[in-house]
């Protein structure tokens, strides 16, 4: 079945410091691709996302290109901020793939602390 | 975006009890959605609530210990039963776009089980 890896956290940086959280992806068909950002006691919100392949999602300093050769959704940004520790999720939809739902399957999260 | 509510955001319970989660969203949809998350992990997908049907549920998950409601098309109900501590977890739902399979998310509801 379709799903969604994550790289291990805690990553933890100084502010400024690049950014980069892997996100590998197995499905059928051409899902669109997600990461959702959770901060500290708050719901989960859309960050960015892309539909299809060589799409570049971007939002608030962040980006994430949609490579299909290598099934990877990573998300970058080149200088964090102590604002941007959170949980970050990247996501796929089965939307346009084999039960084609439009759940959503998650990986299993990355937490970000940025210092000060 | 949009604007998806929960009731209630938090609560404590008592184990053997049942607590029904509220969900309403912006707009008509056919198909909400209820996640839970357990302590530091990720989200797992409960069961698909499409109006005018039964919930369709995932793997693990049974309509017995969470009952579902869809009675139109803006609003659903969870209901966790015969609660245990491994019930304490946030519940979420959400609703998706059709076009490119966007989903929003309410706020969670946080379950404590003693």
């Known amino acids: 079945g379709d799903s969604v890896t994550q790289m291990e956290g805690p990553v933890t940086l100084s502010e400024e410091a690049f950014l980069t959280i892997n996100c590998t992806y197995t499905a059928t068909g051409y899902p669109s691709l997600f990461w959702y950002v959770q901060y500290p006691g708050e719901g989960l919100q859309l960050l960015l996302k892309a539909t299809k392949a060589d799409d570049k999602g971007s939002n608030k300093g962040f980006e994430a290109t949609y490579r299909k050769e290598t099934t990877s959704f990573h998300l970058e940004k080149g200088s964090v901020q102590v604002s941007d520790s959170a949980v970050y999720f990247c996501?796929?939809?089965?939307?346009?793939?084999?039960?084609?739902?439009?759940?959503?399957?998650f990986g299993q999260g990355t937490t970000l602390q940025v210092k000060p | 975006s949009a604007v998806i509510s929960q009731k209630p955001s938090r609560d404590i319970c008592q184990r053997g009890t049942s607590l029904t989660i509220q969900c309403q969203v912006d707009?008509?949809?056919?198909?909400m959605f209820w996640y839970r998350q357990q302590p530091g992990q990720s989200l797992t997908l409960i069961a698909t609530a499409n109006q005018g049907s039964e919930a369709t549920y995932e793997s693990g998950f049974v309509i017995d210990k969470f009952p579902i409601s869809r009675p139109n098309l803006t609003f659903s109900t969870l209901t966790v039963s015969n609660m245990s501590p491994e019930d304490s977890s946030i519940y979420l739902c959400s609703k998706t776009e059709r076009q490119g399979g966007t989903q929003y998310f309410g706020p969670g509801t946080r379950l404590l089980v003693l």
């Open positions: 996501a796929l939809s089965d939307l346009g793939g084999s039960s084609n739902t439009g759940k959503l399957i």
């Open positions: 707009s008509q949809v056919t198909m």
